[in-house]
Every structure is written in structure tokens, then in C-alpha cells.
């Protein structure tokens, strides 16, 4: 069955670069209608949503983060990716990435398990 | 968007039904059939429970139930089990094409 895995580095220099792979497998990220997610979760605290992307990389953002968000998909590797700029401890959160059943959904029916990522000089 | 409101805890005791709703506005919940609840675990990945408002994917037990009136959703949880002791998540489409999350409501079972 199709899963998803966040891979990354876990901690990340203040004013620099937060990047995050999420590898798909199972499955193909062109399959049906889907569109892939980045969602994060500050320790103890709430989930936030990111963006989403399809396999044409067409790409919808949390306009909160929109100047700071990069979502972009490598179809031939399967990967899709986050780049988060100009970090700051407030980014600190485990970020999980998932798949959202088509655009006109705006559900996520599977999630990778996560990944903790700490913004810390 | 501000995120969706939701009580920070509720409990009940085993058997018993529970609800948490998941307050919005007229650019999300109360436009769109678009609401769904996720299930989260300490130290795990969110589960999604109920999507577009009434529908459980397959595999989910038939005591959860979902619920719209206006700008207010609603999970319902009947015969609680000590298993679902955890926290539970709303979310909704957003006008402007964007997902917002409640703040998440934490379980008791007494």
C-alpha cells in the first residue's frame, strides 16, 4: 500500500534553510487526482497546514507562510518537497507530510509518521 | 484565517456518547461541506476519522459520527472505549483554497 516518508535534516541553523523530502512509495504521486501536503505541529501545540502540490506543480500555500513557502514535486523520483526560508524557533515542529484526495476534497486520508525538526543555533 | 475553535478538553465515561464541536465562520465551515476530524495519538501521525462533514473512511469504527449546523461541526463519539482517550482534530476547507485546523480537543475517558 502507498506510504509516505518525511526524510530531512533535524536541526536547522536560525536564519537559514528548512528542507524536507517526503518520498512516496507503494504508489505512484501521478496516481488519480491527488494533490501532497506538508502539515506541521509545534510541540505540544496544534496542527498548521503548509500547502499542497500535484504532480503538475500546481501548488496552493498558507498564505501566513506564502513568502517563505516552497513546495515543489520531483515526479521521477516520486519525492515531493518543502523549503522553508529565513527559520526561526517558532518553525521548531514536527513536520508530517500526506495526501489529500483531489483537489475538491480538502481531506488527508494518509499521513507519514513525521519529522521533528528543531530550529537552534 | 484564524483557526477553528475547539473546547481544549471534554470527558465521559466508558459507554457513554461524547461530542466536540469545531466553531468557524461563513468563509469556511458554514459555506462548505468540507469539515473532517482527525484522530491523534501521542508521538503519532494524525488519523483522519470523518471527512465531508458525515463520512468515515473504511475501517473506522461506526461510533464516530460527524455533524454540521451553521458555522458549527460536530464529532460525536458513542460507547466510549479507554481506547479512544487521545486528542481529536477539525479541519475545514477555507475560502481562498487553504486547510485550517482547530486547536484540538483533548478525550477523557473517566
Known amino acids: 500500500q502507498v506510504q509516505l516518508q518525511e526524510s530531512g535534516p533535524g536541526l536547522v541553523k536560525p536564519s537559514e534553510t528548512l528542507s524536507l523530502i517526503c518520498t512516496v512509495s507503494?504508489?505512484?504521486?501521478?496516481?488519480?487526482?491527488?494533490?501532497w501536503a506538508w502539515i506541521r505541529q509545534p510541540p505540544g501545540k496544534g496542527l498548521e497546514w503548509l500547502g499542497i502540490?500535484?504532480?503538475?506543480?500546481?501548488?496552493y500555500h498558507n498564505a501566513s507562510l506564502r513568502s517563505r513557502v516552497t513546495i515543489s514535486v520531483d515526479t521521477s523520483n516520486n519525492q515531493f518537497s518543502l523549503r522553508l526560508n529565513s527559520a526561526t524557533a517558532a518553525d521548531s515542529a514536527v513536520y508530517y507530510c500526506a495526501r489529500q484526495v483531489g483537489y475538491g476534497s480538502w481531506y488527508l486520508d494518509l499521513w507519514g509518521r513525521g519529522t521533528l525538526v528543531s530550529v537552534s543555533s | 484565517q484564524s483557526a477553528l475553535t475547539q473546547p481544549a478538553s471534554v470527558s465521559g465515561s466508558p459507554g457513554q456518547s461524547i461530542t466536540i464541536s469545531c466553531t468557524g465562520t461563513?468563509?469556511?465551515?458554514?459555506?462548505?461541506?468540507?469539515v473532517s476530524w482527525y484522530q491523534q495519538h501521542p508521538d503519532k501521525a494524525p488519523k483522519l476519522i470523518i471527512y465531508?462533514?458525515?463520512k468515515r473512511p473504511s475501517g473506522v469504527s461506526d461510533r464516530f459520527s460527524g455533524s454540521k449546523s451553521g458555522n458549527t461541526a460536530s464529532l460525536t463519539i458513542s460507547g466510549l472505549q479507554a481506547e479512544d482517550e487521545t486528542f481529536y482534530y477539525c479541519?475545514?476547507?477555507?475560502?481562498?483554497?487553504?486547510?485550517?485546523f482547530g486547536g484540538g480537543t483533548k478525550l477523557t475517558v473517566l
Open positions: 507503494g504508489g505512484s504521486i501521478s496516481a488519480s487526482d491527488y494533490y
Open positions: 479541519s475545514s476547507y477555507a475560502r481562498g483554497d487553504s486547510l485550517i
Open positions: 465531508e462533514v458525515t
Open positions: 502540490i500535484n504532480d503538475s506543480g500546481r501548488t
Open positions: 461563513s468563509s469556511n465551515v458554514g459555506s462548505f461541506n468540507l
